[in-house]
């Protein structure tokens, strides 16, 4: 059963009027060595993001083949893509990142883990001019787009992917949706404040402010990605949206078992979360066929 935050922070979106505005985040590119090791400790793939990491990470397997050169936009300290390429070691990957301190700490993560089927680029999400038209089989974009500071960046983006990706790639985009109240925002962003550090709440609560308006993101959706993929979005509280292509392979039992395997090791309380976000997801329409 969802949280009780959970729950009341839906029936107050349900029934508030928009009250709450976007507010850009402090700052675009996380360059302060103190500020990027406190991030990237508080969201490695054990810490609280687990459940969001994994259901991401299941969804991104079933839009990519192996053979495929896939393209991350804004990797950060490449955790999500840590996972995902773990899980397909014949697909390679391009993470991309505009942060020199997060690319850095990126390869280190990499080579830790002992992955060769990676490579990193310091590059701008909005203006991808290293890339080729039609160059690339799938774009992965997990929890990124909010950082941009306007409307006009995040078009320029879904261009920039509209005009990298091959006609028939995959696509599997992701970010936060902006919610009505700022008492909804709030109650979000510090639930989870005792298991994680101080640094990391306040950068969820600045990412949820600086969240795109659904309707907004749906319309540049529309305009340039709608070719590739769906769109979908946490039901009645919008609190994720999501750009989706249709599945490119089969439901295959081994990494079924790799993922379910992934989800039954978390603690409880990680399910919980887990199985509230297939849930919420389920209602908006977007099915998670690798851990169902």
């Given at each position: 059963m969802p949280s009780k935050t959970?729950?009341?922070t839906f029936c107050r979106e349900l029934l508030t009027k928009q009250t709450a505005t976007r507010k850009t985040e402090p700052d675009l590119v996380m360059d302060d060595p103190e500020k990027v090791a406190a991030y990237t400790r508080a969201g490695r793939?054990?810490?609280?993001?687990?459940?969001?990491y994994l259901f991401h990470c299941a969804q991104i397997c079933e839009i990519i083949k192996p053979g495929d050169t896939v393209l991350d936009l804004g990797c950060g300290p490449a955790t999500q893509l840590a996972m995902v390429?773990?899980?397909n070691p014949e697909t390679h990957f391009?993470?991309?990142d505009l942060s020199t301190e997060m690319l850095d700490k990126a390869r280190n993560y990499i080579a830790?883990?002992?992955?060769?089927n990676i490579e990193f680029q310091q590059g701008d999400i909005t203006h991808l001019s290293n890339l080729a038209n039609k160059s690339i089989d799938a774009?992965?974009?997990t929890v990124v787009l909010h950082h941009l500071p306007n409307l006009d960046q995040l078009e320029n983006t879904f261009r920039e992917i509209s005009r990298v990706l091959k006609p028939d790639g995959g696509l599997y985009l992701v970010d936060f949706g902006h919610l009505k109240s700022e008492k909804s925002i709030h109650d979000f962003a510090y639930q989870y404040a005792g298991r994680q550090a101080e640094l990391f709440t306040l950068d969820y609560l600045y990412s949820l402010q600086a969240a795109f308006w659904p309707k907004d993101f749906y319309s540049l959706y529309q305009k340039h990605l709608s070719p590739f993929g769906k769109y979908y979005q946490t039901f009645i509280m919008p609190y994720m949206m999501v750009?989706?292509?249709p599945s490119r392979r089969n439901i295959e039992p081994a990494l079924t078992k790799q993922l379910r395997t992934l989800r039954f090791s978390m603690p409880k309380y990680h399910q919980t979360d887990l199985k509230d976000l297939i849930l919420f997801f389920r209602l908006g329409g977007l099915q998670s066929n690798f851990l169902s």
């Open positions: 959970v729950i009341k793939e054990d810490g609280v993001m687990a459940p969001v390429a773990r899980l391009i993470g991309m830790q883990q002992h992955l060769s774009v992965m974009s750009v989706k292509s």
